[in-house]
């Protein structure tokens, strides 16, 4: 990749996603290779997954004891960077806008449900027009992107654990569809003051497998290898990423997941 292609990836980052024609599709990015394959961050030469055509989003009510963070009407259970909400709520839909969406709750083991879609007509081109993300305790970014008949880097593709792991299959539904993620992640767990064993993550969408007890890297990071600092928080907030797309949402909960034989 040459020099311009690098600053208009970083520009299209910051910039918020600027369409940058299905960027990063078969470039190798000369970034720092991922640690067990013979691929870089980002890279455009990973194998693209396998396209899953799917019945679109898995609904499912919110149990008993969920935490509801969004039920279509309020962002009661949200702040946007610490300040007062500012996404936007109308006729039961969240709509991403400037500012990260913060839970005021934090969580260490946790399953979330989400339901997501990137609105119909909206001209998505790689990583540009239909992006967003949750990153779970503020950190660890499961990708959302309008990823059907829209190709980019894969492990930028919607359900990636961005920047190290493609999903296992593409199982995005059309543009303007609802897709669903059922997201159980696990905190890493440290001992003594070391890493003593990585984050990991199950995610379905719309009822499809894209990782199963996939163990991150570390925290996200953007074109750099994602690596466990020396210390690590043992709850954190669930965020919302705002890229520049009005990526629409609904029925947003979340359950802690406890331990066996725990009093009721
Ligand atoms: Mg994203």
Redesign the pocket.
Known sequence: MNTMRRMAMAGCLLAGGVAMGAEGFGIKPGTPELPGTPWQVHDGTRPQPRVVETGGAVSVKAPGDAKVLFDGSSLDAWTTDGKPASWLVKDGILTAAPGTLISKDEFGPVQVHIEWRVPAGRKVDGQGGG???IFLMGLY?V???QSNGNKTYPDGTAGAL?GQTPPLVNATAPQGEWQSYEILFHPPVYKDGKLAEPAWVTVIQNGVVLHHARKFLGPTKFRQLATYPDQHPEKGPLHL?W?GDPIEFRNIWVRPIGGYDEEG
Do not use: D
Request: proline content about 0%.
């Open positions: 992006n967003s993300g970014e990708q959302i992107l961005y990423q890229h």
